[in-house]
């Protein structure tokens, strides 16, 4: 058969009569997207059995690309929509699919609850140090000295570690790979969709048009060749030094597994002793 | 709504979308959007409102209050009907859609209408909408900080009825 006419691989986990999509020409998104198809794959979950939600953003329009039950909440907001779809439907896979800006600034509170609680979501944080579809502003991820559309003299803030901020938060899974590394990223996604609990796996990815452009960092393969050169792998470095510098070393890796009871087992045991058989849930 | 982990692989968006739940902004899709939406309530408006009608029958001035107003709002009108006033209470418990045709009705059989509430005077624009001149509307209005008191309003109801 023509190789044009063939079925893409990931085709059967989007929606085709979608496409094509609408992020720029070397955005690292579709790269994400692709690596969780394949990770859905591989662990051969129930497809109706998983949910994808998603916040506002670039990477927010992924829930309306995959072919699941998929939401695309209100900015800020997809943990918490999240959240609520896991306790009304326990026996769901539920996956948060969305950018540094939508969960770490506008959904910062949410964040750092979820990961407190340790609710079972599976998050995957693309983080392409900038906003995106708004114009490319300042993001809680941005790092120090980089030009954005609100930082135009360079940002002089200090930007957020994500697996830092996540481990102390109380997150039992956090990774760190960048869209180059898709086997690993497709791993990671593996790892954290089949840990109960708190996951995280941030991904970090080009933004061509914003980030690149007004650095002058050149185009998305620039981008890649960035990250190929200054990637280093250190599980074990523990989350204290992770911070990425301007177009400094990427810290990547598996940094925290560490299974503890979720939010639900927790609240399950403790009203069970409390109430005993008054006590009745869906689980 | 079809409930997700059944099998239908549908999606939910809060953008501008299309019957299949896609985002498709353009004009065409908002103006069918928009006006479904509002429809929906509009269509549905006499299922929706919710009012609490008292001392109705022979009022000659109506006190419509809402919010944490009614309470004393309903107090005044008793107090007032203690003494012998033919004053009746229309608490809004549902605000939209604005239960316009009821006040249209009593705006016809009753001298004014008396608008209490803690803002300068909104909710009383609606009833002066509705009422369309066939009776008087006098607002009420408190800045805030706590309620009115019912001798606030019962004051306003005796001037109403004079």
């Given at each position: 058969?023509?190789?044009?006419?063939?079925?893409?691989?990931?085709?059967?986990?989007?929606?085709?009569?979608?496409?094509?999509?609408?992020?720029?020409?070397?955005?690292?998104?579709?790269?994400?997207?692709?690596?969780?198809?394949?990770?859905?794959?591989?662990?051969?979950?129930?497809?109706?059995?998983?949910s994808?939600?998603?916040?506002?953003?670039?990477?927010?329009?992924?829930?309306?690309?995959?072919?699941?039950?998929?939401?695309?909440?209100?900015?800020?907001?997809?943990?918490?929509?999240?959240?609520?779809?896991?306790?009304?439907?326990?026996?769901?896979?539920?996956?948060?699919?969305?950018?540094?800006?939508?969960?770490?600034?506008?959904?910062?509170?949410?964040?750092?609850?979820?990961?407190?609680?340790?609710?079972?979501?599976?998050?995957?944080?693309?983080?392409?140090?900038?906003?995106?579809?708004?114009?490319?502003?300042?993001?809680p991820?941005?790092?120090?000295?980089?030009?954005?559309?609100?930082?135009?003299?360079?940002?002089?803030?200090?930007?957020?570690?994500?697996?830092?901020?996540?481990?102390?938060?109380?997150?039992?899974?956090?990774?760190?790979?960048?869209?180059?590394?898709?086997?690993?990223?497709?791993?990671?996604?593996?790892d954290a969709?089949?840990?109960?609990?708190?996951?995280?796996?941030?991904?970090?990815?080009?933004?061509?048009?914003?980030?690149?452009?007004?650095?002058?960092?050149?185009?998305?393969?620039?981008?890649?060749?960035?990250?190929?050169?200054?990637?280093?792998?250190?599980?074990?470095?523990?989350?204290?030094n992770?911070?990425?510098?301007?177009?400094?070393?990427?810290?990547?890796?598996?940094?925290?597994?560490?299974?503890?009871?979720?939010?639900?087992e927790?609240?399950?045991?403790?009203?069970r002793?409390?109430?005993?058989?008054?006590?009745?849930?869906?689980? | 709504?079809?409930?997700?982990?059944?099998?239908?692989?549908?999606?939910?968006?809060?953008?501008?979308?299309?019957?299949?739940?896609?985002?498709?902004?353009?004009?065409?899709?908002?103006?069918?959007?928009?006006?479904?939406?509002?429809?929906?309530i509009?269509?549905?408006?006499?299922?929706?409102?919710?009012?609490?009608?008292?001392?109705?029958?022979?009022?000659?001035?109506?006190?419509?209050?809402?919010?944490?107003?009614?309470?004393?709002?309903?107090?005044a009108?008793e107090?007032?009907?203690?003494?012998?006033?033919?004053?009746?209470?229309?608490?809004?418990?549902?605000?939209?859609?604005?239960?316009?045709?009821r006040?249209?009705?009593?705006?016809?059989?009753?001298?004014?209408?008396?608008?209490?509430?803690?803002?300068?005077?909104?909710?009383?624009?609606?009833?002066?909408?509705?009422?369309?001149?066939?009776?008087?509307?006098?607002?009420?209005?408190?800045?805030?900080?706590?309620?009115?008191?019912?001798?606030?309003?019962?004051?306003?109801?005796?001037?109403?009825?004079?």
């Amino acid at each position: 058969m023509n190789v044009a006419q063939e079925e893409h691989p990931i085709a059967p986990y989007l929606r085709m009569d979608r496409m094509p999509h609408m992020w720029c020409p070397s955005c690292g998104i579709g790269i994400v997207l692709k690596c969780f198809a394949t990770a859905l794959e591989k662990t051969k979950m129930d497809l109706d059995k998983v949910s994808v939600v998603s916040g506002i953003g670039c990477t927010g329009r992924t829930a309306g690309y995959v072919r699941l039950d998929s939401f695309h909440t209100t900015h800020g907001r997809a943990i918490p929509f999240a959240t609520g779809l896991k306790l009304a439907r326990p026996d769901l896979k539920v996956v948060v699919f969305s950018g540094d800006g939508d969960l770490l600034a506008i959904g910062g509170n949410h964040f750092i609850h979820a990961a407190k609680r340790n609710m079972d979501l599976t998050v995957i944080l693309v983080n392409n140090f900038i906003y995106g579809m708004t114009g490319g502003q300042l993001a809680p991820t941005t790092p120090t000295s980089a030009n954005t559309s609100t930082t135009p003299y360079g940002n002089f803030e200090t930007p957020f570690s994500v697996p830092k901020l996540a481990e102390a938060c109380g997150a039992t899974y956090v990774a760190r790979w960048t869209c180059l590394d898709v086997r690993r990223v497709t791993r990671a996604m593996q790892d954290a969709l089949q840990r109960k609990g708190f996951s995280i796996v941030e991904v970090i990815a080009p933004c061509p048009v914003l980030y690149a452009r007004r650095n002058k960092l050149g185009a998305g393969l620039e981008m890649l060749q960035y990250y190929k050169e200054k990637c280093e792998i250190c599980h074990e470095a523990g989350t204290e030094n992770l911070e990425i510098a301007f177009q400094d070393k990427i810290p990547v890796g598996k940094f925290v597994d560490k299974p503890r009871p979720t939010f639900q087992e927790s609240m399950h045991e403790w009203y069970r002793s409390r109430l005993g058989d008054k006590y009745k849930t869906i689980e | 709504m079809v409930l997700p982990g059944k099998g239908y692989r549908f999606h939910a968006t809060g953008l501008t979308h299309d019957e299949r739940g896609y985002p498709d902004m353009n004009v065409k899709t908002q103006d069918l959007l928009v006006r479904r939406l509002v429809d929906k309530i509009r269509l549905n408006a006499d299922k929706i409102i919710l009012v609490d009608e008292r001392w109705m029958e022979d009022a000659k001035v109506v006190v419509i209050s809402y919010g944490i107003t009614s309470r004393v709002a309903v107090h005044a009108v008793e107090l007032a009907r203690e003494k012998g006033i033919q004053v009746g209470s229309l608490r809004l418990i549902s605000l939209w859609p604005f239960p316009e045709k009821r006040i249209s009705q009593l705006a016809g059989k009753v001298k004014s209408f008396l608008v209490p509430e803690i803002n300068y005077g909104q909710i009383c624009l609606e009833v002066e909408r509705c009422a369309g001149g066939k009776c008087a509307t006098i607002s009420l209005p408190h800045m805030g900080g706590d309620v009115h008191t019912p001798e606030d309003i019962l004051a306003k109801i005796m001037e109403a009825v004079k």
